[in-house]
């Protein structure tokens, strides 16, 4: 592997959480009779770039912002559909870094009482070692203030680093902390007009993966081995 340590952002690099927010917006914009003054697409395209990108939109308030956000980290029964669900590989190469000697850690805005449930549901808990979360209330990302202070608390050498995310944001807050940057889950289309082009949004980024199949490869993480786990499982539920 090309780096020890792998600190991950959650929303939209480990789990597809695009579709259900997006829904849950759209959602309250109809309730609120904004949606006719946007579209699917430009919302979406915002929601790429960063979640407070959604205040351009016309029409939109800090209450309605705030309710979204509300409703967008609800759990268990009350969760929201569509459900938001690991990407396909996810699990499989936060196991392979764990079996290759490498660690796992999480960078998140997210709140540890929702981000905690999900880990848990899905059977993600046991890949990390540490996660920093919206509870700590250090800067938004791209400031490196949390990753620095995971670094602190768990001995990290940011020289053997790499934060990955799927938004410009992750991948500078690394740069900004002194490690590698990445972004994964990154999609080819340009984003919204108003944000810059991808080859701004990529400039200073050491890696771009549009998965995380491709990363791994670019990693050098071996997954293979959860190939011959599964074919084992497989057997034994013959």
């Keep these: 592997m090309r780096f020890k340590n792998y600190i991950w952002d959650f929303d939209g690099t ?25 579209d699917p697409d430009r919302v979406y395209r915002l929601m790429r770039v960063g979640y407070s990108e959604i205040m351009k939109l016309p029409g939109m308030t800090e209450d309605i912002y705030y309710e979204f956000r509300g409703r967008g980290l609800k759990t268990g029964n009350e969760e929201l559909f569509p ?30 009482s929702s981000l905690s449930w999900y880990l848990r549901e899905y059977g993600f808990d046991s890949f990390f070692s540490d996660a920093v979360t919206a509870d700590e209330n250090f800067p938004a990302k791209p400031c490196p203030d949390g990753l620095l202070e995971l ?38 289309e340009l984003p919204d007009l108003s944000s810059p082009s991808p080859d701004a949004l990529r400039r200073g980024i050491d890696y771009t993966a549009e998965s995380l199949a491709e990363f791994a490869r670019q990693m050098e993480i071996d997954m293979s081995f959860m190939n011959i786990m599964k074919k084992k499982d497989q057997k034994n539920h013959d």
């Design 14 to 38: 480990l789990f597809n959480t695009y579709i259900h927010e997006l829904t849950v917006l759209w959602n309250l914009m109809e309730k609120h009779g904004i949606d006719s003054m946007n």
């Design 83 to 112: 459900k938001i669900l690991p990407f396909a590989d996810s699990y499989r190469i936060l196991a392979a870094i764990v079996s290759s000697g490498g660690k796992n850690y999480l960078y998140t805005h997210r709140d540890s």
């Design 151 to 188: 670094c602190r608390r768990n001995s990290i050498d940011p020289s053997v680093s790499i934060m990955i995310g799927d938004r410009y944001i992750d991948g500078m807050a690394g740069k900004n902390a002194g490690m590698a940057g990445a972004l994964v889950n990154y999609p080819p």
